[in-house]
């Protein structure tokens, strides 16, 4: 059989039955296992069977098998090709691939750059230029410094910042009592409640009048923990990880060098072993770095860590007398201005209210 006898890819319907238990049939031949997908394309033989499989989720290609028997074949390529070409169509200016180091060599040939490997996964992309492009925005932005120093009293915050309360001001603040200049990442990633334009605009009312800080554009190359692929990881607990430490080498080799800073504040989380994971993830990549892990403390409210879940849910409630204990008056007067009823109607509501941020 040649390549001549395969019919094209395809988008199939997560409603067939036939296709999704021999999706899964496939995935489990190699080991691997279903993940959040948009949607999946197929190639199929004349007969029906799937011999080639791949899926997308956003920007990002997930779940690439091709059947062992077939695998001479040009499938692989032909499958990336074609949901390449369905992101582009979506308006993403990038694709984001996380793989097997045995597919390596197949999205390199096609143009991927890599990012990052280690012995578990590599990270490529499609537009390094992109990347290239925020690490030389990040360089362009950073304070000119009068200090003669190495970057140890410059730091950076990382905050979704959704939204902007008065435990995120705290944090500013601490760093600013420890740092020469401070940095803040809004996280760009647009899966919450509020938008990233919307949070930005929160984070930059809040700081306008303190001193040495500068709000800066996120990125998509900082990978959440939304967008970090399971599907090939034995447990969602192995996948938190791997995306802790693609996270931490991220900002220890590419941000923190372009703005010359050695510490990063995070908010104390005593009650999340994510997040104290994370910290320790950080703390032990950092250290290979030289990049201090600062832990502030979360600020309190009557005896209550002030918490951004807890203001969404007041929003949403429309219960602006709580909300102004728990945020700067600049975000207050923000969130004023929207209409609270309106998120009432949005399908996704519970999910966007009960992020852990």
């Known amino acids: 059989m040649n390549f001549l006898n395969f019919k094209p890819p395809k988008i199939i ?6 296709f ?18 948009e949607e999946y394309a197929v190639i199929l ?48 200016r990038d694709i984001f691939v996380f793989t097997k180091i045995i597919n390596l060599d197949i999205f390199q040939n096609m143009g991927f750059k890599l990012i990052f490997q280690n012995n578990s996964f590599c990270f490529l992309t499609s537009r390094y230029d992109l990347f290239e492009d925020y ?25 979704n910042a959704n939204p902007f309360t008065k435990g995120h001001k705290f944090i500013i603040q601490n ?8 940095y803040v990442i809004v996280v760009k990633e647009d899966v919450s409640l509020f938008t990233y334009q919307q949070r930005f605009t929160m984070v930059e009312l809040g700081v306008k009048y303190l001193k040495n800080v500068r709000i800066l554009e996120g990125s998509n190359y900082i990978i959440s923990k939304n967008i970090f692929p399971s599907y090939f990881f034995k447990s969602q607990e192995e ?13 220890s080799d590419f941000i923190a060098p372009r703005l010359n800073v050695k510490k990063r504040f995070v908010g104390e989380e005593p009650f999340s072993k994510t997040t104290l994971l994370y910290n320790n993830v950080m703390n032990k990549v950092f250290l290979e770095k030289k ?19 807890q203001v969404r849910k007041l929003f949403i409630q429309g219960n602006f007398e709580k909300i102004k204990n728990l945020v700067p008056k600049s975000t207050f007067n923000f969130l004023k201005k929207l209409d609270y009823l309106k998120y009432r109607t949005d399908p996704d509501l519970l999910k966007l209210v009960d992020k852990g941020f």
Do not use: W
């Open 13 to 18: 319907s997560f409603n067939d039955n036939h």
């Open 20 to 37: 999704a238990k021999s999706i899964d049939k496939l995935l489990s031949e190699e080991n691997l296992k279903k993940d959040f997908i």
């Open 45 to 92: 033989s004349n007969n029906e069977e799937i011999i080639g499989l791949i899926g997308r989720y956003a920007n990002n290609l997930r779940c690439l098998v091709v059947n062992r028997k077939y695998r001479q074949y040009n499938i692989a390529n032909v499958l990336v090709g074609f949901m390449s070409k369905r992101i582009y169509q979506k308006n993403f």
């Open 135 to 159: 690490l030389n925005y990040l360089s362009e932005n950073k304070f000119k410094s009068t200090f003669d120093d190495d970057g140890k009293l410059n730091s950076v915050i990382v905050m």
């Open 175 to 182: 760093a600013i009592k420890k740092s020469n200049f401070v």
């Open 239 to 251: 996948s938190s990880v791997e995306q802790m430490y693609l996270d931490s080498y991220i900002f």
């Open 291 to 309: 990049i201090e892990l600062v832990i502030i403390p979360r600020m309190l409210f009557q005896r209550k860590a002030i918490s951004a879940t």
